[in-house]
């Protein structure tokens, strides 16, 4: 029985998740600012219809936003994450095995059935995410992940298609690879797309079919591979569970520049916070951390500097790690300057499962236990009534730096207090 290969994607996905939870915005042009406002990132149909271009600085757009009567949003990345798990979740339901590819995109594969026809299979699976979460999704359907991909582009590109098409059963596949540009097509980088077009290939059908000896000695397999998934081959497997995190990140870029000693402690310590609770989240600890902030790459004199601590012991304590954290600002400060963004990369990550003694650092198993319970209940609590209902003291009560988010939208799935209220 032959095996298909669907790339699953939501449209204008952030801007779907906010108009999802509020019906108000339904049928209105709407754009999501990326962090501190700053560009356009997301578009809705209807902003798209307007032209409004993705990536124009906000302060550039505003009047015209203003004219068009577009609602804006500033990024509200807890939510969209939470609707992608739910969307997930449901596609996970409707193939046999399924890739999470990004935070709106997934790879799955089935089988044919007898009839050879998914469409109906897709047509359903499009109304069930649309019923459920509000979401509306194109489904591109191919023989390998490569075919997907470009079916994927044909289904949303194409208004016929209603957001389903599929590659392996279409009247003429030629004529619709020649619609795709060799720059749009999946895997193949700006310099590679320039030495096809030097060659006269300019199209997904071109690349297909150029020799493969050609392609080979210019990009080695990996482009061989890809023009193999282009001739439905599929060479590329699913990846299933995505391996254990080497590293965690948290950094943000602040509202305005800071210059106070004081302010980036706060800042520094509220990522600490935030990275021991996404290490708690993934079951890992981390064995060392690194902290760093800069200056603005825009103006001159640019300033950069990181401090690194190893820990006796992996660890994923908020205490333990904002001890080894906060005595590094110091190292990293400098007066003067105008401070434009800091983060924290927590490293050498390891599972909970390991549990490492250290003969130089005694510490009772009945204390680490203590320690646990403590951290759960916290990250509990700050789950249940909304971040930092549960705050330590180093980040700061009346902090002016924190990322500019002045349009932020209900986030009614994980906030409780912006669950709507239903009046009957
Ligand atoms: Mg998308």
């Known amino acids: 029985m032959a095996i298909a290969t669907a790339l699953i994607d939501g449209n204008n996905f952030y801007a779907s998740c906010e108009q999802s939870l509020d019906p108000a915005l339904i049928?209105?042009?709407v754009v999501v600012l990326s962090n501190?406002?700053?560009?356009?990132v997301a578009r809705s149909a209807?902003?798209?219809?307007?032209?409004i271009a993705m990536g124009t600085p906000y302060f550039k757009a505003r009047k015209d936003l203003q004219r068009n009567n577009v609602v804006v949003r500033s990024s509200n990345y807890a939510l969209y994450a939470d609707m992608s798990q739910?969307?997930?979740s449901l596609l996970e339901a409707h193939c046999e095995e399924l890739e999470i590819y990004s935070i709106d995109?997934?790879?799955g594969r089935l089988s044919r059935p007898r009839s050879d026809e998914l469409l109906p299979w897709a047509r359903r699976l499009r109304t069930r995410v649309r019923q459920d979460l509000g979401l509306p999704i194109a489904i591109g359907l191919g023989a390998s992940k490569g075919q997907a991909k470009l079916a994927n582009r044909l289904a949303k590109q194409v208004v016929n298609h209603a957001g389903i098409f599929d590659l392996s059963r279409c009247d003429n596949p030629d004529q619709w690879l020649e619609t795709i540009a060799i720059e749009d097509v999946w895997g193949i980088g700006r310099k590679l797309s320039r030495w096809c077009r030097l060659r006269g290939v300019t199209n997904a059908r071109q690349l297909r079919d150029m020799?493969?000896?050609?392609?080979?000695?210019?990009?080695?397999?990996?482009?061989?591979?890809?023009?193999?998934?282009?001739?439905g081959y599929a060479c590329l497997p699913l990846e299933l569970a995505p391996g254990p995190k080497q590293e965690t990140c948290v950094s943000r870029s602040f509202s305005h520049p800071i210059s106070s000693l004081e302010e980036l402690r706060e800042a520094i310590a509220s990522y600490v916070v935030r990275a021991a609770e996404k290490l708690r989240k993934q079951q890992q600890r981390a064995a060392a951390l690194s902290i760093y902030t800069r200056t603005s790459p825009f103006v001159p004199a640019f300033y950069s500097q990181a401090a690194s601590q190893k820990l006796d012991l992996p660890?994923?304590?908020t205490a333990v790690l904002l001890r080894a954290a906060l005595p590094l600002v110091e190292r990293i400060f400098q007066p003067h300057r105008q401070l434009a963004k800091a983060g924290v990369l927590m490293q050498h990550l390891q599972s909970n499962d390991i549990l490492q003694t250290h003969?130089?650092?005694?510490?009772?198993?009945?204390?680490?236990?203590?320690?646990e319970c403590l951290m759960q209940t916290v990250d509990r609590l700050n789950n249940r009534y909304g971040r930092g209902t549960i705050q330590w003291a180093a980040c700061g009560i009346h902090t002016t730096w924190m990322m500019r988010r002045e349009q932020l939208g209900p986030a009614a799935t994980t906030r409780f207090k912006d669950v709507p209220t239903v009046h009957a």
Not at 46 to 51: K, N, P
């Open 27 to 29: 049928g209105r042009p």
């Open 36 to 40: 501190n406002d700053g560009c356009i």
């Open 46 to 51: 209807e902003a798209r219809a307007l032209g």
């Open 86 to 88: 739910r969307m997930m």
């Open 105 to 107: 995109e997934a790879f």
């Open 211 to 231: 020799p493969s000896g050609e392609l080979r000695s210019r990009s080695g397999v990996v482009g061989l591979r890809l023009q193999q998934e282009l001739r």
């Open 315 to 317: 660890s994923n304590d």
């Open 359 to 371: 003969l130089m650092v005694p510490i009772s198993e009945e204390h680490q236990h203590k320690r």
